[in-house]
């Protein structure tokens, strides 16, 4: 998915930038709004500041969205009811406040995207997502269940859960995984990872298993053959 970023702020830019090339979004950076109105590469999906050098950034809404139905997330400091009125009246699909994280808006841009290429009336539902014979999770309903049952997880333990089985198999950083589970904004100690890991792994033995590679992150496995011995750390 193509991202046109339109920020004036450097800091603000490379650090929401640096994020969503790490979930596997292009982002085309620009930082006024004559330079958005004048790319013209593809783009699924426009963040624009309000707050630019050259121009009113609702002005820049309004004549984005009047060239097509692109989505515009605005982010702003401005946290005025006005502006977010304002901006969604002139077109504008989402308003985010800054500060932000970058988890934040990724899930904005997911349910923007959502609303604005629905589902074909013929698709079939979505139920749970199935890992192995054990391990169900209702992304809907935010519900874990093991063999049928519910497993009651804290919510941090749910979003880590999640998170990890988007990709499973695949290692995740410890810095990716904070900044996704635990918001962009987390200055804290990285322990709090590895007491979830922790938990996580106790709850769901022989369901999955979360590997650690020293110095890098964590992969987790799902236990494909049921195995209830448990899993190893």
Known sequence: MHILLVEDDEPVAHSLRRGLLRYGFAVEWVGTG??????????????LD?????????????????R??????????????TDRVVGLELGADDYVSKPFGVREVIA???????????????????????????????????RVRLDGAEVSLAPKEYDLLAFLTEEPGALMSREQ??????????????K?????????????????????????????????DGDESGSAS
């Open 34 to 47: 004559g330079a958005a109105l004048a790319y013209a590469g593809p783009y699924d999906v426009v963040l």
């Open 50 to 66: 309000l707050g630019l050098p050259d121009a009113d950034g609702l002005d820049i809404c309004k004549a984005l969205r009047s």
């Open 192 to 224: 709090t990872l590895d007491v979830h890991v922790a938990a996580l792994r106790r709850k769901l033995a022989g369901a999955i298993t979360i590997e650690a590679v020293r110095g890098v992150g964590f992969r987790l496995i799902v236990d494909e």
């Open 108 to 142: 904005r841009i997911r349910a923007v995207m959502r609303r604005t290429q629905p589902r074909p009336p013929s698709a079939p539902a979505t139920g749970p997502d199935r890992y192995g014979p054990r391990l169900t999770i209702d992304r809907k309903a935010a």
């Open 68 to 81: 097509g139905d692109v989505p515009i997330i605005v982010i702003s400091a401005r946290s005025d009811e």
């Open 177 to 190: 995984i904070m900044e996704a589970v635990w918001d962009a904004n987390w200055f804290g100690p990285t």
